[in-house]
């Protein structure tokens, strides 16, 4: 079993940044890929960015440039860096593991997923 645990969400003022943290645990040799989802209520889950094991990474038009994502294989951390932060990026951020060797930003894709944690951006 594998096991997510999100951190680093909280209150920002528009133009703000926060970093996201997500710690795996339990069986993780077979996760290839991972990813940061967010969710606002009466909406589909969205796919944010992704990052393969060899690193290449994939963003959702929305946030590039602004959002960052980076793992620390090592220590089994997936990071969401958000700069520029706006109102629009409210939401409850969600990060997944996937066992594919690509994967992409659709959630169909992805098979664990953490608890989330809610960002809120004010104007």
């Known amino acids: 079993q594998v096991d997510l645990v999100e951190s680093g969400g909280g209150s920002v003022q528009a133009g703000g940044s926060l970093t996201l943290s997500c710690r795996v645990s339990?069986?993780?040799?077979?996760?290839?890929?991972m990813g940061w989802f967010r969710q606002v209520p009466g909406k589909r889950r969205e796919g944010v960015a992704s990052?393969?094991?060899?690193?290449?990474?994939e963003y959702a038009d929305s946030v590039k440039g602004r959002f960052t994502i980076s793992r620390a294989n090592a220590k089994n951390i997936l990071y969401l860096a958000m700069n520029r932060l706006e109102p629009e990026d409210t939401a409850v951020y969600y990060c997944?593991?996937?066992?594919?060797?690509?994967?992409?930003?659709?959630?169909?894709?992805?098979?664990?997923w953490g608890q989330g944690t809610q960002v809120t951006v004010t104007p």
């Open positions: 990052i393969r094991r060899r690193y290449s990474t």
């Open positions: 997944a593991t996937s066992s594919r060797t690509w994967c992409g930003l659709s959630s169909s894709e992805y098979s664990n």
């Open positions: 339990g069986y993780t040799d077979r996760y290839y890929c």
